[in-house]
């Protein structure tokens, strides 16, 4: 699914179970854009901590590969920071639909 945000960018979407799927077989990284206090109290395993409040896009780590997948509490975040990337020009689109709160409402796995 596609949607807009902020300044009409396009963002693709991936539920939870997609996500799972694509860590399951190494093609995602994901980058947690909540800020440090949110993500000690629960993240996705192996997710990345990048803050909104201080993200740039010049800073997202190599994906080796692997698709990057932003991701937030319930995905306004993550959007933003998708804009971000677009207006960069960064190659990163794509983000959590429903973000960490549909993770865990999925009962996937959480790494404290």
């Given at each position: 699914?596609?949607?807009?945000f902020?300044?009409?960018?396009q963002?693709?979407?991936?539920?939870?179970?997609?996500?799972?799927?694509?860590?399951?077989?190494?093609?995602?990284?994901v980058?947690?854009?909540r800020?440090?206090?949110?993500?000690?109290?629960?993240?996705?395993?192996?997710?990345?901590?990048?803050?909104?409040?201080?993200?740039q896009?010049?800073?997202?780590p190599d994906?080796?590969?692997?698709?990057?997948?932003l991701t937030?509490?319930?995905?306004?975040?993550?959007?933003?920071?998708?804009?971000?990337?677009a207006a960069?020009?960064?190659?990163?689109?794509?983000h959590?639909?429903?973000?960490?709160g549909?993770?865990?409402?999925?009962?996937?796995?959480?790494?404290?």
């Open positions: 699914m596609i949607f807009g902020g300044n009409s960018a963002h693709r979407e991936v539920n939870a179970h997609e996500l799972a799927n694509m860590l399951a077989a190494n093609q995602a990284m980058v947690d854009v800020e440090a206090d949110e993500f000690a109290g629960g993240h996705i395993p192996g997710s990345i901590n990048m803050p909104l409040s201080a993200f896009p010049s800073r997202l994906s080796g590969g692997r698709q990057l997948v937030c509490l319930g995905g306004k975040r993550s959007g933003m920071a998708l804009d971000k990337c960069a020009q960064a190659s990163v689109d794509t959590l639909a429903g973000g960490f549909a993770w865990a409402k999925a009962g996937l796995p959480i790494e404290r």
